[in-house]
């Protein structure tokens, strides 16, 4: 099956400078790669995903890359704002049986200092 | 927002009870789960089905049934409940194309306390 590693697991950075995440998978034949955002208290939700046949996705602050050959996938936010703070996690997502099987990862804090 | 709505949202027991969880989905998705993020706040799939059919049973032990009476709805009953079974409980679904992967869309959870 599936192993996705992230790191780190905790993340403290100053107001407006960037956070990265970095998350590595095992299975080659993943093929989509979503990251959600948990706040305090409330439902993980999508922010960003990128699939296998892209290298690079962008929506305003935040960007995911993605290298197929090193079977790694980042998240990164710039000018990050104290509403950055939540659980980041990285998944893969890959064929079985006929189905997609998602596999995540196991969270960064990222808290934004003011 | 009640595109996948839980139902109850806080469920406070004594060990040895036995409980359900409720889960709706109105975005006509075709897959639904039900996951367990403990203290830590690790993700861990429990179950998944796709149009009422079970699909994936990740080792998760018997006292716990997944009952899905239509496409739209997932339930979860617990039995003989155990403290290490306290936890957010989410459910999620997707639309699950068989080509590429979808977007979960989640619950809110149901916070559970074994006492």
């Known amino acids: 099956g599936e192993n996705v590693e992230q790191h780190p697991s905790t993340l403290s950075v100053q107001e407006g400078d960037s956070a990265v995440i970095k998350c590595t998978y095992s299975?080659?034949?993943?093929?989509?790669f979503p990251w959600y955002k948990q706040e305090l208290g409330k439902r993980p939700q999508l922010i960003i995903d990128?699939?296998?046949?892209?290298g690079e996705k962008k929506d305003q602050r935040i960007a995911v890359t993605l290298n197929k050959t090193a079977k790694h996938f980042s998240l990164h936010i710039t000018e990050t704002q104290p509403e950055d703070s939540a659980v980041y996690f990285c998944?893969?997502?890959?064929?079985?049986?006929?189905?997609?099987?998602?596999?995540f990862g196991t969270g960064t804090k990222l808290q934004v200092i003011p | 927002d009640t595109a996948v709505s839980q139902t109850p949202k806080y469920l406070v027991t004594q060990m040895g009870n036995d409980k359900s969880i409720k889960c709706e989905q109105n975005?006509?998705?075709?897959?639904m789960y039900w996951y367990k993020q403990d203290s830590k706040k690790f993700l861990k799939i429990m179950f998944s089905?796709?149009?009422?059919?079970?699909?994936i049973n990740e080792t998760v032990p018997n006292r716990f049934s997944p009952k899905s009476p239509d496409k739209a709805h997932l339930n979860l009953h617990i039995n003989s409940l155990e403290l290490g079974d306290s936890a957010v409980y989410f459910c999620?679904?997707?639309?699950?194309?068989?080509?590429?992967?979808?977007?979960?869309?989640f619950g809110p959870g149901t916070r559970l306390l074994v006492l």
């Open positions: 299975d080659s034949a993943s093929n989509y």
């Open positions: 999620a679904s997707s639309q699950d194309r068989l080509a590429g992967g979808e977007t979960q869309y």
């Open positions: 990128i699939r296998s046949n892209v």
């Open positions: 998944a893969a997502s890959y064929p079985s049986g006929g189905y997609q099987k998602v596999t």
């Open positions: 975005l006509g998705h075709d897959t």
């Open positions: 089905y796709n149009n009422k059919e079970l699909i």
